[in-house]
């Protein structure tokens, strides 16, 4: 049997074939092979599974032994970075309609936009002296001890520095709106990466998910059943999906973390019940904020408001307890740990200046999730769809801001257009502002 020491080689597509190479041996692999999951090679006694996602790349190394096929035969699985997704015997088990599309190369920042410290050495998609790309990255916020936060580990913003986080709220929201405005049937989640680039570039920011741990795009897709931090690639969007845009950017040292769910199209009405009642679960949570507030209420108010829906619709959302909302301001992510579900908390209380994102992301069905070979990618596991809202919050003295709350160019959501066109009154600036003013809080 070989090794994983096999060595290093690449991967480049010909007219008929997939040829593969190790250390000037090459492997080929008739292109009626190339399946939509995976494509199998026999050779001597080793079968090797490769995705037929990326065909075309620079060059990887050989990832580890997972299965054993027989007594006497492993699965090699093949972690080339940007070039080919590790696949099972059997193909990864997906749970639901999406599968992997080829991703394109990262695209280029100008070199006088300043970058977020942890970019640094990542640029390029491989970590300066070290290994290719991280593929279970472990840092993004999700599973992790449900534990108080220290008073002394929140930060709290001064009047300077809340500016600032304005400023780069304001802009995170404008470039969320004009991804939104492109999602139509027969666009690339892609194509949706390169508007979220150029916008966020544009506005001399900086789009905060490249390279962060090594992540290959400037903005991360969910589509249906995806509940996180899907990459952008070649799959186009369809009639009837629903998207998660989740934009993320980086301004004069802060950054604005922002997301919604989008509809393609005609959605089905279980579609949009979830996508609605997702934003209804985020708007009690915000309704729960205000200085002396226990963080665990965020959780509490999100669950509150499912289980009512539950009874009366007889539904069976479910909210997802392995990631998180968090603080954010010169750091991506850092303390207060934001939880979406009941839970004890001991730690500090809201207070004045306190900043950090709610994201609740709700499930059709089960909370559970798998987690796909990308190591990023986390789809529900029963493959029913999830529907997520996100915006980063100011804690003031007398409520909370949202600092990338609707402005006054930004769409309506789809009920809204449906109240409008009803003849019934709509806030100009959507649902979100609306709700602020109601109970006096800044938006």
Not at 69 to 83: G, N
Request: hydrophobic content about 35%; proline content about 6%.
């Amino acid at each position: 049997q070989r090794r994983a020491g096999w060595g290093r080689g690449a991967a480049q597509a010909e007219r008929r074939s997939l040829v593969f190479e190790f250390d000037g041996k090459k492997l080929k692999i008739p292109r009626e092979l190339c399946g939509e999951g995976g494509t199998c090679l026999f050779e001597g006694d080793l079968w090797i599974f490769l995705s037929a996602r990326r065909t075309v790349a620079k060059k990887g190394r050989m990832g580890m032994f997972e299965r054993t096929l027989h007594p006497f035969l492993s699965l090699c699985l093949l972690s080339l970075p940007s070039v080919v997704e590790p696949f099972s015997a059997l193909r990864f088990p997906y749970t639901g309609s999406v599968r992997p599309g080829a991703v394109a190369p990262e695209r280029e920042v100008p070199a006088e936009i300043p970058r977020p410290p942890y970019v640094e050495g990542w640029e390029g998609g491989q970590k300066e002296g070290g290994g290719p790309r991280s593929r279970f990255p472990g840092g993004v916020p999700g599973i992790g001890a449900i534990r108080g936060t220290l008073p002394f580990g929140i930060d709290v913003k001064s009047e300077g520095d809340a500016e600032k986080m304005r400023v780069v709220g304001r802009i995170a929201r404008e470039v969320l709106d004009e991804a939104g405005r492109a999602v139509r049937p027969g666009i690339s989640t892609d194509e949706i990466d390169g508007i979220v680039h150029a916008e966020t570039i544009k506005r001399r920011a900086y789009p905060s998910p490249l390279n962060y741990r090594g992540f290959p795009k400037s903005v991360c897709t969910s589509v249906n059943e995806i509940v996180v931090h899907g990459i952008p690639d070649s799959r186009l969007l369809k009639e009837g999906d629903i998207v998660n845009i989740d934009v993320t950017c980086f301004f004069d040292g802060f950054h604005g973390d922002c997301s919604e769910t989008f509809l393609v199209g005609e959605v089905d009405e279980a579609g949009r019940n979830l996508v609605k009642t997702t934003f209804d679960c985020f708007q009690a949570a915000i309704d729960r904020c205000s200085p002396g507030t226990k963080y665990n209420q965020i959780g509490a108010a999100i669950e509150d408001w499912i289980d009512e829906v539950n009874i009366r619709e007889g539904t069976s959302y479910s909210s997802v307890r392995e990631f998180r909302g968090h603080g954010i301001g010169r750091e991506f992510h850092c303390d207060p740990k934001i939880w979406h579900f009941r839970h004890r908390d001991w730690g500090s209380p809201m207070k004045a200046g306190h900043t950090f994102t709610i994201e609740p992301a709700i499930n059709e069905g089960t909370n559970e999730l798998i987690r796909w070979p990308d190591g990023w990618t986390a789809a529900t596991a029963d493959g029913k769809r999830s529907a997520q809202f996100e915006h980063t919050m100011l804690v003031t003295p007398g409520g909370a801001e949202l600092l990338t709350g609707k402005v006054e160019t930004s769409p309506l959501y789809f009920w809204e257009e449906e109240e409008r066109q009803q003849g019934g009154g709509v806030e100009g600036q959507g649902s979100l502002k609306g709700r602020a003013r109601e109970k006096g809080v800044a938006s």
